[in-house]
């Protein structure tokens, strides 16, 4: 399976002292979904190497439905590339909004962290094949703009 939904309302014990959830809690359950994840597709224990910008479009409130979806959006020879959407919004309405998005990369390691094959993900879909090509498009500009070395 190449993705995942978590799904769970906002508690009290999320919020910081204007009354919204947390950023870093929101960072967690970014880690969190990758994470599961990464290792349902791996089928072994999975570190995160990295975490995309992170830009949060508005605060998650106190009883929201909060849905983190992590689908993998590319794989390399050891990385998995996962690409992170978190919504939310009224569960009593179900309108839900994007709250941010970002691109996590994680990597399965043996029992002395040395990295293992990722295996290769092979798109299907329209849409998961739009998504590879753009995160595709993204490492290789990254990559050109590394200084040679």
Same mark, same amino acid.
């Not at 072994?44 to 830009?55: D, E, L, Q």
């Not at 106190?62 to 993998?72: M, N, Q, T, W």
């Given at each position: 399976?190449?993705?995942?939904?978590?799904?769970?309302?906002?508690?009290?014990?999320?919020?910081?002292?204007?009354?919204?959830?947390?950023?870093?809690?929101?960072?967690?359950?970014?880690? #969190? /979904?990758?994470? %599961?994840?990464?290792?349902?597709?791996?089928?072994?224990?999975? *570190?995160? $190497?990295?975490? !995309?910008? @992170?830009?949060?479009?508005?605060?998650?409130?106190?009883?929201?439905?909060?849905?983190? #979806? /992590?689908?993998? %959006?590319?794989?390399?020879?050891?990385?998995?590339?996962?690409? *992170?959407? $978190?919504?939310? !919004?009224? @569960?009593?309405?179900?309108?839900?909004?994007?709250?941010?998005?970002?691109?996590?990369?994680?990597?399965?390691?043996?029992?002395?962290?040395?990295?293992?094959?990722?295996?290769?993900?092979?798109?299907?879909?329209?849409?998961?094949?739009?998504?590879?090509?753009?995160?595709?498009?993204?490492?290789?500009?990254?990559?050109?703009?590394?200084?040679?070395?």
């Amino acid at each position: 399976m190449s993705s995942i939904t978590l799904r769970f309302l906002a508690e009290p014990s999320t919020v910081n002292f204007g009354g919204k959830v947390h950023g870093g809690t929101v960072m967690k359950w970014i880690d #969190e /979904a990758g994470y %599961a994840c990464a290792t349902r597709w791996a089928r072994r224990y999975c *570190v995160t $190497v990295s975490v !995309g910008s @992170i830009r949060f479009q508005r605060p998650i409130m106190i009883g929201d439905l909060v849905e983190v #979806e /992590a689908r993998l %959006a590319y794989t390399g020879k050891t990385s998995m590339n996962i690409s *992170v959407e $978190v919504r939310s !919004g009224d @569960i009593k309405t179900g309108k839900m909004e994007i709250i941010t998005e970002c691109l996590v990369v994680f990597v399965a390691v043996d029992a002395d962290g040395k990295p293992l094959e990722a295996g290769t993900w092979l798109p299907e879909t329209p849409g998961d094949i739009a998504l590879a090509q753009r995160v595709k498009a993204h490492l290789d500009m990254a990559r050109s703009m590394q200084p040679a070395g």
